[in-house]
C-alpha cells in the first residue's frame, strides 16, 4: 500500500508519543545528597537525562529527600513528611498536561538497628508502610503512577549516629522481595498504576563502591554509604533508566 506523503507524516505523528512528566521523589538521605560541593542530588541526573529521551517534552519535578527519614516518617497521618508530599503533588497535579508520578526510594533507614525513627523494622511492616503511603497517593491522585526502586548497598561496618552493620544490610535485602510482592499485587488491585524502578544499583554499587560512595569516618572504621558526586549521577541515571522503561 502507497501511501501519500502527508497521510505518512500524520501516522508518524499519530504514532510518536510526546510526554510532560511531573515526577515527586520521595526517599531520605541519598536521594537529597549531592555527593559533593560540586554535585547535583539523583533526582536532578534522572530529570536531565529523562529531558534528552525522544518524545518527552517537559520535565517538572520536587525533591522531597529528608535525611534519616524511614517509611514511618511518610505515613499519612503521621504529621512529618506527607504532607510535604501533599503540598508538591498538588500543585503539580494541577498540569493536566503532565502525567504525576511518585518516584520512591525507601528501606536504608528502617533496615538500621538503631537511630532512625522506628528503626529496626521488620520486612513485613516495611511492606505494610509502603502499601499504606502509595494506596493513599493512588487514591488522592487519580491517574497518577507510583514507581519503587529498590535500596542500593552499604558497607557492613556502616555506623554513623545511628547503628546499622551488617545485621542491617541483611535486613535491607529482605525489603527487596517485599517491594516485588507489593508491586504484583498491585497489578491485580490498581492496575497499569505501579511499577518497579531500578533494581540494578545494589549489585552495582556493591562491586564499585569505592568509586561510586564517599568514604566516611564512623565508629567502626571507615563505612561507605552515601554515593559521592559520580555516584549520584550514576544513581540518578539508573532511576531515569527505569522511569523511561515503565512510562514512556
Known amino acids: 500500500m502507497n501511501l501519500s506523503p502527508t497521510l505518512f507524516l500524520l501516522l508518524i505523528t499519530l504514532t510518536t508519543q510526546v ?6 521523589f520521595i526517599g531520605n538521605s541519598i536521594t537529597i545528597g549531592k555527593g559533593g560541593p560540586n554535585g547535583f542530588p539523583p ?6 537525562f529523562l529531558k534528552e529521551q525522544k518524545g518527552v517534552q517537559d520535565v517538572t519535578f520536587a525533591n522531597l529527600g529528608r535525611s534519616g527519614s524511614t517509611t514511618l516518617d511518610w505515613l499519612p497521618g503521621s504529621g512529618k513528611y506527607f504532607v510535604k508530599v501533599i503540598e508538591a503533588a498538588d500543585s ?35 511492606k505494610k508502610n509502603m502499601q ?7 487514591k488522592k491522585y487519580p491517574g497518577s503512577k507510583v514507581i519503587v526502586h529498590h535500596p542500593i548497598w552499604y558497607s557492613t561496618n556502616t555506623y554513623n549516629s545511628s547503628k546499622y552493620l551488617r545485621e542491617g544490610l541483611d535486613r535491607l535485602q529482605t ?18 498504576r505501579v511499577f518497579k524502578g531500578d533494581t540494578k544499583a545494589f549489585k ?13 569516618k564512623g565508629q567502626q572504621g571507615t563505612f561507605y ?8 549521577m550514576v544513581l ?8 523511561e522503561k515503565r512510562m514512556l
Not at 510526554?19 to 515527586?24: D, E, G, R, S, T
Not at 525489603?175 to 497499569?192: A, H, L, N, V
Not at 554509604?225 to 549520584?232: D, K
Request: hydrophobic share 35%; proline share 7%; net charge neutral.
Open 19 to 24: 510526554q510532560n512528566l511531573a515526577i515527586v
Open 175 to 192: 525489603y527487596i522481595p517485599e517491594i516485588d510482592d507489593m508491586i504484583s499485587e498491585y497489578k491485580t488491585s490498581d492496575p497499569g
Open 92 to 126: 503539580l497535579f494541577l498540569k493536566k498536561d503532565h502525567q504525576l508520578i511518585f518516584s520512591m526510594k525507601l528501606g536504608t533507614n528502617d533496615s538500621a538497628i538503631q537511630g532512625p525513627n522506628g528503626s529496626p523494622v521488620s520486612k513485613e511492616n516495611y
Open 204 to 216: 552495582y554499587f556493591k562491586k564499585h563502591y569505592l568509586k561510586l560512595l564517599k568514604p566516611e
Open 43 to 48: 533526582p536532578t541526573h534522572t530529570v536531565n
Open 225 to 232: 554509604l552515601h554515593p559521592n558526586e559520580e555516584g549520584v
Open 236 to 243: 540518578g541515571k539508573y532511576w531515569a533508566k527505569a522511569i
Open 132 to 138: 499504606t503511603i502509595i494506596s493513599e497517593l493512588l
